[in-house]
């Protein structure tokens, strides 16, 4: 996500770093740079140009000329209003004061609006909330059949739109809230229909479903990979249909970072949540503040938190704090780990949010073998517990048993007992240098 803004951005912040002072001819050379880093990520002109004139002036004020760190002041402002053309602070979901809510997502086809639906659900069930997906495609009968099927993995309920309700569609439509209030559903998330290109069709579909549900948040779901199509898209929905938010999908791939900074300008309309993975709980909130300290190398670390504390069994981390106090971690622990880790997300992902800058700087840009954690997991496997419990005992024969167990050559089965009993030599010496200042 945003690795080749991210690039052109951190040779930015390391050429202020390295000035003296500011002056209006570095300064000058710092925004020309920024300039060609947003063109490059696809970002509106527009945006840019407003962009670069805030920072000008902000940069070359008084304040900034006669502090004591006028490089750190500048980086200070450029992510400060990075933030605000993100959005500024982070939007949280709107509910109605009298159930049901009812959000609407609309958006092109192929945008990932359905897989959304399903997403979103999800994340309003994991805030102690109860969902009912429900989809309204006049058009698409297998748009239904494939909201049923997500609805049906994630154990959410459905409102199976039937052709005789579909027949009637204003009825249909009418029918939905009161339906959804007196089985205690809320918020009611509706999937709409989505063409290939915006018609006054689709539209006249949509408002027809906007004026009889009301709903209290309408979002816009747009593909971040299309760039400047999905400003445009987005700036037809506000005009034609009228959005309270965004969801950008696809933030995973290859996608500049273009449609995230300069949609929330081009609609007015926050961007309250991101996609980064076709998984249903790869759907994250979207904190602007973290976004822009994040796209200038500089780290997010609050996020990476708030992943760990979501996936982590409290009871298990303190009983593997116990074990390695008393320095009974074994391969079977760290098997565990490896899990632990798997579920908040790629390991590439992970040390995407530490700062690119200082001692974090070579861990964040690491390119990371994902596969060889399940390489390690099948390893273990393949060993006794008497083994999993002290490697030191594996001799040739057991090596090359473990190997045809796992299907893994001896030296990959080497390379894990070396790397762990490494960690434990590490973990004994750092217990003994804390014992040893508690004497001191």
Known sequence: MFEQLSGRLEKMVKFLRGEVKVTEKNMAEALKMMRLAFLEADVNYKVVKDFEARIRDKALGEEVLSGLNPAQQVIKIVRDEMAGILGGAQKPLQFASRPPSIFMLVGLQGSGKTTTCGKLARFVRGIGRNPLLVSFDLKRPAAQDQLRTI??????????????????????????????????????????????????????????????????????????????????????????????????????????????????????????????????DQLEVFHPDRMAARILGLGDILSLIEKAEGQADLAEAEEMARKLRKEEFTLDDFKKQIAQMKKMGSLAELLGHLPQVGPFKALGKAQVDESKMVRFTAIIDSMTPEERRNPKILNGSRRARIARGSGRPVHEINQLVKQFLDMQKMMKRSSVQKLLGNLK
């Open 151 to 280: 609805a049906a993995g994630l154990g959410i309920p459905f409102y199976e739109m039937t052709p005789a309700r579909m027949a009637s569609p204003k009825e249909a439509l009418k029918e939905l809230p009161a339906y959804a209030g007196n089985r205690g559903f809320d918020p009611l998330i509706v999937d709409t229909a989505g063409r290939l290109h915006i018609d006054d069709e689709l539209m006249d579909e949509l408002r027809l479903v906007k004026d009889i549900l009301a709903p209290v948040e309408t979002i816009y779901v747009g593909d971040a990979m299309t760039g400047q199509d999905a400003v445009r898209s987005a700036q037809a929905f506000e005009e034609r249909i009228g959005l309270t938010a965004v969801i950008l999908t696809k933030l995973d791939g290859d996608a500049r970072g273009g449609a995230a900074l300069s949609i929330v300008s081009a609609t007015g309309r926050p961007i309250k949540f991101i996609g980064v993975g076709e998984k249903p």
